[in-house]
């Protein structure tokens, strides 16, 4: 094995935060798959990655205040599958709303759309779940975008009051605010007229 590849691979992940998520793929432009393989082997080995299920790797995150380290965080790892599998993805259902702050319930399964196929996978107690949706879903725009509309799916037209939108225009920066009022305008006409309350931060009297 080239021990400058593993090098320069070492040197990526020191770079890079404590709790970040990799695939081999992150690595492409270092070496060819193999070698990152077995480099990537050694760096486990070393506790420099840890792997979290096959083909993704965290670089373990140590908290004071916890005595140990970090669980890896399911969403960096939805993502890193995503860049892997050349996905386009967004989270959806309850792990929306989490995402959102209109909820703190705990998710059992982290759920996410996709223009890929229904995978699962899962570690420990944690279980990531990819669902199938059509590219105008979700291609082409920002992931807040995805994010708000999958959102408000979840919730339903008759669930949205004023609390909802001042929390969802509470999270949201004008540059973010500018791009969804033009991004969502072939969703769902009810899915429409509440992302224009949002981005002027209020709801309509009726």
């Known amino acids: 094995m080239n021990n400058g590849y593993t090098e320069k691979i070492r040197n ?20 060819d798959n193999n070698t990152v393989k077995q480099s990537i082997n050694r ?7 840890r792997r979290v299920i096959r083909g993704v ?20 790892v939805a993502r890193a599958l995503a860049r892997c599998y050349h ?16 909820s703190t319930q705990v998710t059992a399964v982290w759920s ?17 779940e990819f669902k199938h949706r059509t590219n105008k879903e979700i291609t082409g725009l920002s992931p807040m975008t995805i994010l708000v509309i999958q959102g408000l799916k979840t919730l339903g037209k ?3 009051d004023d609390k909802t939108i001042r929390v ?13 009022l033009v991004e969502s305008t072939e969703a769902t006409d009810w899915i429409y007229s509440v992302i ?11």
């Open 12 to 31: 990526r992940i020191i770079n890079a935060p404590d709790g970040s998520v990799f695939v081999n793929s992150d690595f492409a432009d270092i070496a």
């Open 43 to 49: 760096l486990v080995q070393e506790g420099v990655l």
């Open 57 to 76: 790797f965290d670089k373990p995150q140590y908290s004071r205040l916890l005595g140990g380290y970090v669980a890896v965080n399911p969403d960096a």
């Open 87 to 102: 996905w386009t993805l967004a989270p959806c259902g309850d792990t929306a709303l989490n995402m959102l702050g209109l």
């Open 112 to 128: 996410y759309i996709s223009d890929g196929p229904y995978k699962t996978f899962q570690w420990d107690k944690t279980k990531i």
């Open 158 to 160: 008759e669930n949205i």
């Open 168 to 180: 969802i225009s509470g999270r949201l920066n004008e540059n973010e605010k500018a791009a969804l």
């Open 196 to 206: 224009k309350e949002i981005c002027k931060g209020e709801r309509k009297n009726d």
